[in-house]
């Protein structure tokens, strides 16, 4: 007993602090847990961190997308640019091969006519509104 004459707690009480865990102080345990606390916050924000900079960054998620759409874009142009000049090298080598081509060109983009024939022209619609 005490000089107050309340009961002396034994060394196990003392060692075992308020928590009833013998070896752990209650302001280790708050200590701990703080540290605990404080590491899944540091965690998390560095998951959440990586995630922005993979999603906005240079390299990220959203420019990867934006490049491939402009990929895809550019290849059906060079597709389409591709079928043309197709085309182009075709009437070249018609304009440069056969006479007969040649002369519907002329005729039909110049309006050249042979001596002798006789050109009508005729409207596209006739004006039904008209006495």
Same mark, same amino acid.
């Given at each position: 007993m005490s000089e107050t004459g309340a009961p002396r707690p034994s060394a196990q009480a003392d060692e075992a602090g308020e928590t009833g865990q013998p070896g752990v102080r209650l302001p280790e345990l708050f200590s701990r847990g703080l540290f605990i606390r404080l590491a899944l916050t540091a965690l998390v924000l560095?998951? /959440?961190g990586g995630l922005t900079?993979?999603?906005v960054s240079a390299d990220g998620f959203?420019?990867?997308a934006?490049?491939?759409r402009e990929k895809d874009r550019l290849e059906a142009d060079n597709a389409a640019l591709r079928d043309e000049?197709?085309? /182009?090298r075709r009437k070249i080598e018609h304009l440069l091969n056969d006479p007969g081509y040649v002369e519907d060109e002329a005729r039909r983009k110049l309006g050249l006519i042979r001596p002798g024939e006789t050109v009508y022209r005729l409207s596209e619609e006739p004006d039904l509104t008209s006495d």
């Open positions: 560095v998951i /959440l900079y993979l999603t959203i420019r990867r934006e490049l491939a000049n197709l085309l /182009l």
